[in-house]
C-alpha cells in the first residue's frame, strides 16, 4: 500500500520530496509516507503526511490529524477502501484530497493549557473528518473505523459499553433502517442500570411514604430559551396509584396538565423517554433535508396524547394535549440525562411495588 501511495503521490507532486517512514521537524510523528514542499504552499502548508490504516493497525484519527495539521502539515488517511483497483499498476486508483491546513489548523483552544490535546486546540472531532474517510456511506462511518478486538482471551467489562456508545453516535441516522430500535433498546438497558444508583433514596422515600401516608414527588425542571421553564413532577405513593404533572412557567404564569399514573402508565412514561431521547439524539446529526422529512411520533399517555417532532437545529417540540388544551415544549439534547434520571427513578419506584 505505501509503495502504491509513494508512486502516485510521485506523480501528483513531480516539484516535491516523497519520503517513507519519515518524521519532520515540526511534529514528533513517524509518517508512513511524507510529501515535502521545498516552500510553503496554499492550503496544504509545508507538506503532507500519509498516514496508512491497517485493519490490525488502530491509530487516533483525531489526535493524529490535529498535531499534523498544528504543525502546518496536511492529511491523508488511507484505508484498504482507497486500493479497490486492478493490478499491477493500479492505474484506477485514485488517493483521496488531502486535509489541509487552512481551515482545519485555525485554533479554538487556549496553546498554553497543559491539558489541552491538538484536538481542543484546534476545534477538531471525528465526526469533523468523517467525510475525508473512504469509507463513509451517508455521514456515517464504518465498523472499520472503530477500535479492533482485543488480542487477548479476556473480555474487558467496559468495552461492550464503550463500543455501543461510540457506535450509536457515528451511525445515528433517522433514514437508517433498525436504529429507532436498537437506540431504544440500548437506552432502556441503560435507564434500568441507572435505577441502582438510586436505589438508597427510593428505598429511604419508600419507608417514610408507607409511613406517613402521603405522597412523594420525583420532578426534573427544564429551560429552554430566556423566560420560558417546564417541569415533569411525578407524585408515587405506597400503592400503585401516583399523578404525572407537566407545568410549564412562561413570564410568571404557570399552566399545568395532569393525569393519574400506575403501573401502565409507567410503561407509556418509559416509552415516551425512549421516543423523546432517540428524537433529541437524531437532531446532532441530522441535515435540514432529513428534518423536512422527519414525521412527528405520535401515541398516547394516559389521559394525553403527544406528539414528538424534530424542528430545528438540536431542537424536538413535544405537544401535550387533553382534551380542553395542548402545552408545548421544547427539548435541547443536555437534557437527555436529566430525562434518563427522572424515568430511572420513577421505574424502579414501581419495580419495587410489583415485588
Request: overall charge negative; some cysteine.
Amino acid at each position: 500500500m505505501k509503495s502504491i501511495a509513494v508512486e502516485k503521490l510521485t506523480d501528483k507532486y513531480p516539484d516535491a520530496s516523497v519520503h517513507v517512514e519519515f518524521v519532520t521537524d515540526e511534529v514528533p510523528r513517524r509518517a508512513d509516507v511524507f510529501v515535502e514542499f521545498d516552500q510553503p504552499q496554499f492550503p496544504s502548508g509545508k507538506g503532507i503526511a500519509v498516514e496508512v490504516q491497517y485493519q490490525n493497525e488502530q491509530k487516533d484519527l483525531t489526535e493524529t490529524t490535529a498535531s499534523y495539521l498544528s504543525g502546518d502539515i496536511s492529511v491523508i488517511w488511507l484505508f484498504e477502501e482507497n486500493y479497490v483497483g486492478t493490478r499491477p499498476e493500479y492505474d484506477d486508483v485514485k488517493l483521496p484530497d488531502p486535509i489541509p491546513v487552512w481551515p482545519y489548523s485555525i485554533s479554538h483552544g487556549e496553546a498554553s493549557s497543559p491539558d489541552s490535546s491538538a484536538g481542543d486546540y484546534l476545534g477538531i472531532t471525528e465526526a469533523d473528518l468523517i467525510a475525508t474517510l473512504p469509507n463513509h456511506v451517508d455521514d456515517q462511518v464504518s465498523l472499520a473505523e472503530f477500535p479492533g478486538a482485543s488480542d487477548t482471551d479476556e473480555e474487558s467489562e467496559d468495552l461492550p459499553e464503550w463500543t455501543r456508545e461510540k457506535e450509536l453516535h457515528f451511525n445515528l441516522s433517522i433514514e437508517s433502517p433498525g436504529v429507532r430500535e436498537v437506540y431504544k433498546s440500548w437506552l432502556d438497558g441503560k435507564i434500568q442500570s441507572k435505577g441502582s444508583e438510586h436505589q438508597d433514596e427510593i428505598e429511604e422515600r419508600r419507608a417514610i411514604v408507607k409511613l406517613e401516608d402521603r405522597l412523594t414527588y420525583f420532578a426534573e425542571r427544564f429551560s429552554k430559551g430566556p423566560g420560558e421553564t417546564f417541569e415533569f413532577s411525578i407524585g408515587v405513593r405506597h400503592s400503585s396509584s401516583g399523578q404525572f404533572t407537566a407545568r410549564k412557567f412562561v413570564d410568571g404564569v404557570e399552566r399545568e396538565l395532569m393525569f393519574p399514573i400506575g403501573d401502565d402508565e409507567v410503561d407509556s412514561f418509559t416509552e415516551f423517554v425512549l421516543e423523546l431521547c432517540y428524537t433529541l439524539e437524531c437532531t446532532r446529526a441530522s441535515t435540514s433535508k432529513e428534518q423536512a422529512v422527519n414525521q412527528p411520533a405520535e401515541s398516547n399517555l394516559s389521559t394525553l396524547s403527544y406528539a414528538i417532532s424534530h424542528t430545528g437545529t438540536e431542537t424536538v417540540t413535544v405537544e401535550l394535549s387533553s382534551t380542553t388544551e395542548t402545552m408545548t415544549l421544547k427539548f435541547c439534547p443536555q437534557q437527555i440525562q436529566p430525562l434518563v434520571d427522572l424515568c430511572a427513578k420513577v421505574r424502579l419506584w414501581y419495580d419495587y411495588l410489583r415485588l
